[in-house]
């Protein structure tokens, strides 16, 4: 009869423990039994970057990597891609359930009636230099929202929790618009109550001396699709650094800022800049296979492949391909495009991506999509920023939640000095 345990023998002492496995995984604390002498510590996990840590339970989000599969609390990424809204798709991760109509429209109207900002932060975005990046200036204007709304420290009142999620749902887009007006030096746009969220996201970004903008249909759907792409992507590193921050018990405005300024970094949020970048670069197919070339030769990276999780394919950027085609039949297509579609090509033909199982990643298309929409490449990791509130809140509500979690503190392997005595200045060498 199979036991769901699992017999270790150390051999240094030759002693057998029997651990319990319980979801295919062992609790790392039950390998501190095994020590050599009863002064010793007992065994640890060795694991940097968590390549094979579980850091929690959750309900949000399901990845299978190998067959490129992602679910937000079950429903398929393609099927939320076509069907659904990103408002729907955030109440849906927040919430754990698709809303009815009537808790849609609550939902719509407690976000819309959030989306001003407070007169001070305005004041408070002018100091930032004119060529500030938008993301630096959004991780500070976060950060700084947790002074407007003291009451968001009261992380465990359910009903403050949900103001303060409505208020960082509704306000990352007016914080994002204002940065990139703030970057252009030109005067900020106020929210407009009668659009969709995207809509009205457009409207605060592109709105110039008409009376009332007109987004487009299109590419406010585009984006529609764009930001339930982003929504969440389970432990990745900036959900892990919102659980990790938000674990001492700060204010979520602090976690969230904590949050998206690991989505700044290249390796993360930052690919998409990074991919645009590296195809002018390239420039023309032509020069395609030199350049593939530098790739294996270890000299560089080709930006927007490969991904800690997905070794089969992305499925985001599987349907990221399609409406690429979808925004070009309304705006001037990008010769980028054909550079990525051929470049895509001719990698997955290629042994070193093939053995690597390098596939292109959500990056790979966003950032022409972003750029054929009239975004500037500074702005893309601060769009990604935006749909990614909802993930990053989803996984503090559950962890907030999760009685087995305390405040995030791995160990470490200390293979530094033992003890030493203090040398006085004059006596070192
Ligand atoms: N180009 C060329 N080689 C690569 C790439 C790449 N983009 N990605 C990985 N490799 C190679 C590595 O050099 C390594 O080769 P080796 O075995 O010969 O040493 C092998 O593939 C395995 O790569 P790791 O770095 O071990 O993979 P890891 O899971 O740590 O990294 C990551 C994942 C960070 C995404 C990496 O693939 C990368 O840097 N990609 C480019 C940046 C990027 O597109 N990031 C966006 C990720 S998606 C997101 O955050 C939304």
Redesign the pocket.
């Known amino acids: 009869m199979p036991k769901d345990t699992l017999t270790l023998t150390d051999n240094r002492t030759g002693k057998t423990y029997e651990l319990p496995i319980e979801n295919s995984t062992i609790r790392s604390m039950d390998l501190r039994q095994i020590k050599v002498s009863p002064d010793d510590f007992g065994m640890m996990a060795y694991d940097p970057?968590f390549m094979n840590t579980a850091s929690c339970r959750s309900r949000v989000t399901f990845i299978d990597g190998e067959k490129g599969i992602l679910r937000y609390r079950g429903y398929p990424i393609e099927e939320l891609a076509e069907k659904s809204n990103f408002l729907e798709t955030a109440y849906l991760i927040l919430k754990g359930e698709l809303p009815t109509r009537q808790q849609a429209l609550e939902w719509e109207n407690n976000i819309t009636n959030h989306t001003m900002l407070h007169e001070n932060i305005k004041k408070f975005m002018d100091g930032f230099h004119h060529d500030a990046h938008p993301m630096g200036i959004l991780v500070s204007t976060v950060a700084a929202m947790s002074t407007f709304y003291p009451l968001g420290r009261n992380i465990h009142d359910p009903e403050s929790r949900k103001r303060q999620i409505q208020r960082l749902i509704a306000k990352m887009p007016t914080l994002a618009a204002f940065a990139y007006r703030h970057s252009l030096g030109r005067p900020y746009a106020y929210p407009d109550n009668d659009l969709s969220y995207t809509e009205n996201f457009l409207n605060m970004l592109f709105k110039a001396t008409e009376l009332k903008y007109k987004p487009d249909p299109a590419l406010a759907r585009a984006l529609d699709v764009l930001f339930i792409l982003h929504a969440d992507?389970e432990q990745?590193c900036s959900a892990n650094t919102m659980r990790s921050v938000g674990s001492s018990l700060t204010d979520p405005y602090s976690s969230v800022a904590a949050a998206a300024a690991a989505l700044y970094g290249?390796?993360?949020?930052g690919?998409n800049e990074?991919?645009l970048k590296m195809l002018a670069e390239i420039g023309s197919t032509d020069k395609i296979p030199s350049f593939i070339k530098s790739?294996k030769d270890g000299e560089r990276?080709?930006?927007?492949?490969?991904?800690?999780v997905y070794k089969n394919y992305d499925p985001r950027a599987k349907i990221l391909r399609k409406t690429a085609e979808e925004v070009f039949e309304v705006t001037e297509r990008s010769p980028l495009l054909d550079i990525a579609i051929e470049l895509e090509r001719i990698a997955l033909e290629d042994e070193y991506f093939v053995k690597?199982k390098?596939y292109p990643?959500?990056?790979f298309y966003s950032g022409i999509i972003y750029q054929a929409m009239g975004f500037p490449t500074s702005t893309f990791t601060v769009l990604f920023a935006i749909p990614r509130t909802a993930g990053w809140l989803a996984q503090w509500e559950e962890m907030l939640q999760d009685s087995e979690q305390k405040i995030a503190r791995p160990r470490q392997v200390y293979l530094g000095h033992g003890q030493r005595s203090y040398i006085p200045t004059e006596e070192r060498g």
Not at 301 to 308: A, E, I
């Open positions: 970057a992507h990745n290249p390796l993360h949020g690919a990074q991919v790739v990276k080709l930006m927007g492949f490969g991904h800690r690597r390098l990643n959500v990056d």
